[in-house]
């Protein structure tokens, strides 16, 4: 039992290129979120899915987009990389009836 | 805009000494969580408080949650080296529909030998 995996564990982009982070659970859970993390800023969210093939939209989503077309994985893309978009990011799943969301370890990544 | 915030922004103790932190939001919520990360690592849950509790253990740790005032504190008793992480309060909002959590900015703890 994995738990909540997150691939890749960092990356470096260039300002304008694209990537996908991957974000996979093997725990049968229905919603899943995605998070960014900053210096002295907390968590906060991008957007989240409470099923699959359901998306919506979090504190920060403009620059990200998301897709759930499997129920235990979920994809964060970055069509057009900005430097503000430096962050550590983690996703994050939990079930329906429980409050407790579990973590992945995050991706580190940086825009250049 | 975070519906949390903690305090202090850091914590320094020694080991055996205990570590209060707190937590003020905003709006009317259904619980209130702790959650610790390492450096560099996930968040781990620690404990939830639900909105009709006013205290509640585990092991060594503590949580008070007053309404009234929308604050929190998390109390965690006899510390150790390993404690050290940071520390963010989450807030299951009412108007959330129970699906997300705003986190705070967090308490980072240093708890020395």
């Known amino acids: 039992n994995a738990g909540v995996t997150q691939t890749p564990k960092f990356r470096v982009l260039k300002t304008g290129q694209s990537m996908t982070l991957l974000c996979a659970q093997d725990?049968?859970?229905?919603?899943m979120y995605w998070y960014r993390q900053d210096p002295g800023m907390g968590l906060r969210l991008i957007h989240y899915?409470?099923?699959?093939?359901?998306?919506a939209k979090g504190e920060v989503p403009d620059g990200y987009n998301v897709s759930r077309l499997k129920k235990q994985n979920f994809l964060l893309g970055l069509e057009s990389a900005a430097p503000s978009q430096t962050s550590v990011y983690f996703c994050?799943?939990?079930?329906?009836?429980?409050?407790?969301?579990?973590f992945g370890p995050g991706t580190r990544l940086l825009v250049l | 805009s975070q519906q949390g915030e903690e305090d202090p922004q850091a914590l320094s103790i020694q080991e055996g000494e205990n570590a209060t932190m707190n937590c003020s939001y905003k709006?009317?919520?259904?619980?209130l969580q702790w959650y610790r990360q390492n450096s560099g690592r996930g968040l781990v849950h620690l404990i939830l408080?639900?909105?009709?509790?006013r205290e509640k253990h585990s092991g060594r740790l503590r949580v008070t949650l007053d309404t009234s005032k929308k604050s929190s504190s998390l109390l965690i008793t006899a510390s150790r080296a390993a404690d050290t992480a940071s520390y963010f309060c989450?807030?299951?909002?009412?108007?959330?529909?129970?699906?997300?959590?705003?986190f705070g900015k967090g308490t980072m703890l240093l708890v020395s030998p």
């Open positions: 994050a799943s939990r079930l329906p009836g429980e409050e407790t969301q579990y």
């Open positions: 725990m049968n859970h229905e919603y």
């Open positions: 899915s409470v099923g699959e093939g359901t998306t």
């Open positions: 709006t009317s919520i259904n619980n």
């Open positions: 408080i639900r909105s009709n509790e």
């Open positions: 989450a807030t299951a909002p009412l108007n959330s529909g129970y699906s997300t959590l705003t």
